[in-house]
């Protein structure tokens, strides 16, 4: 078992940034591909951010590209989602994931790639 915690959500202004982070616990964080995922009321869980192993294999979707940057320190079992700026449209809440997959493999996109799920924080931005 693997446990999430995501921190450092909140209220932000359109154009201002945001730090999350999420604390793993319980089986080899090492081993695990991290993702992070979004939610906005009444639409499906969003891919944000995937990192891999080693943390040098990274993929983001186009909507964020060049606006999220997703890092892990393994000192610490905390992979991390800096946002810069964000965007009324960015509004949801953030997911944290954790994906059993091989060294090297392709980052999982989809939720049903990830096997762990934080319980999630709520980001709004403000117009």
């Known amino acids: 078992q693997v446990q999430l915690v995501e921190s450092g959500g909140g209220l932000v202004q359109a154009g201002g940034s945001l730090r999350l982070s999420c604390a793993a616990s319980g089986r080899t964080f090492s081993r695990f591909c991290m993702g992070w995922f979004r939610q906005a009321p009444g639409k499906e869980r969003q891919f944000v951010a995937a990192?891999?192993?080693?943390?040098?294999?990274?993929h983001y979707p186009e909507s964020v590209t060049g606006r999220f940057t997703i890092s892990r320190d393994g000192t610490k079992n905390t992979v991390y989602l800096q946002m810069s700026s964000l965007k009324p449209e960015d509004t949801a809440v953030y997911y944290c994931a954790a994906g059993q997959i091989g060294r090297g493999a392709v980052l999982p996109k989809t939720p049903d790639g990830y096997d762990y799920w934080g319980q999630g924080t709520q980001v709004t931005v403000s117009s």
């Open positions: 990192i891999g192993w080693s943390g040098l294999n990274t």
